[in-house]
């Protein structure tokens, strides 16, 4: 690690690259003329580099990339912005964010095709959320389902609520009986299944069908959806869309997207979630007709929260980014033309 020969600048600098370090982030500081003057051991290695010469090198070139996708540097302490800066002669693509400081400016750096400590620490709490709603649906289905069977049982043996036995059933009664009572421990197991099968802690890296996230998320999002009086619908491509990847994780993000839309969106909203493709392009859609909170895309894509940013939808809307991306994937905010917004998750097609 190399640091800038001013003596002064050795405790902030210690400072943050321990901030950065914790957050999974590369760091950079620039002196007032705008060159690197001190980098921490990631930023090294997300660069490709191995000293501040090369550094500085690399550092121009992706200053040239960001100029060409039309953002300037920006000069006042209270401008941002963000970019993707593709590396060239790799396949890794970085996402970096720039703010002002005393005497130069900070750079901060990530990878998008991972997740940092904070990305972890939001996925845990999104899955706690999905939990919790998804017990709510087990409670209830399993509830039902234990009520009939009881109710089967009853008239199984001739004896109904309340009263003695009346005597035998009639063999095709009981029949009827029996089949009741196998439909519903049917549905006990794959009301079961969707708790049991949770688990995304498991290296998840395989081919699955991008369609049976939308349904499964679908099958989460029901109870929520009719406490919030939200109409839910689901449009799925009549083919299979093979994905290879995390499916829990690209499930949970797509739950904890719906879940701030239903918080935000008022009574008798709609709100559809899509799987489709388009050549080899696969995509998931989460459209509704709610507008997005004011300030919300641009906290989307920061690399360093604040304080005004945590707990709210843009940690959902955050998350997904971070994790579409760690899929090699693509995630988009559009607005439908009207007052809707529409999210997007679009990914390459896998091979079957």
Not at 17 to 24: E, N, R
Request: glycine share 8%; proline share 3%.
């Amino acid at each position: 690690m190399e640091r800038s020969s001013a003596e002064g600048s050795a405790p902030v600098a210690a400072a943050l690259d321990a901030l950065a370090t914790s957050m999974g982030l590369g760091l950079l500081l620039l002196d007032s003329t705008g060159r690197p003057a001190f980098s921490n051991r990631a930023a090294f290695d997300l660069l490709g580099c191995s000293d501040l010469d090369g550094v500085a090198a690399r550092w121009q070139a992706l200053l040239a990339v960001m100029v060409t996708q039309g953002d300037a540097v920006p000069e006042a302490a209270s401008r941002a912005f963000t970019a993707d800066l593709p590396l060239q002669g790799t396949t890794r693509f970085l996402r970096g964010e720039i703010r002002s400081a005393a005497g130069g400016r900070e750079v901060f750096l990530k990878d998008r095709r991972s997740l940092g400590t904070i990305d972890i620490e939001l996925l845990r709490a999104s899955r706690m959320r999905e939990w919790s709603h998804q017990c709510d649906i087990v409670v209830h289905e399993a509830n039902g389902a234990l009520n009939s069977i009881q109710f089967a049982l009853e008239l199984l043996v001739g004896q109904w609520p309340g009263q003695e036995a009346s005597g035998q059933v009639r063999e095709s009664q009981g029949r009827n009986h029996v089949t009741v009572i196998r439909e519903n421990l049917d549905k006990l197991k794959n009301t079961l299944r969707h708790l049991l099968g949770a688990d995304d802690t498991a290296p998840a890296s395989g081919v699955f069908d991008l369609r049976d996230v939308v349904q499964e998320a679908i099958y989460t999002l029901r109870m929520p959806s009719r406490r919030h009086r939200i109409d839910l619908q689901s449009r799925v491509s009549a083919t299979a869309l093979p994905l290879k990847g995390n499916r829990a994780r690209i499930r949970q993000v797509l739950v904890g997207i719906a879940l701030s839309r239903f918080d935000s969106l008022a009574q008798r909203s709609h709100l559809t979630l899509e799987a489709n493709a388009e050549g080899q392009k696969l995509e998931i859609v989460c459209r509704d007709d709610g507008p997005l909170a004011e300030g919300a895309r641009a906290a989307i894509f920061k690399l360093m929260g604040t304080e005004s940013d945590a707990g709210t939808a843009a940690d959902a809307f955050r998350l997904a980014r971070a994790v579409v991306e760690s899929e090699a994937g693509e995630f988009q905010i559009d607005n439908d033309g009207g007052s809707g917004t529409v999210f997007h998750f679009v990914f390459s097609r896998s091979a079957p």
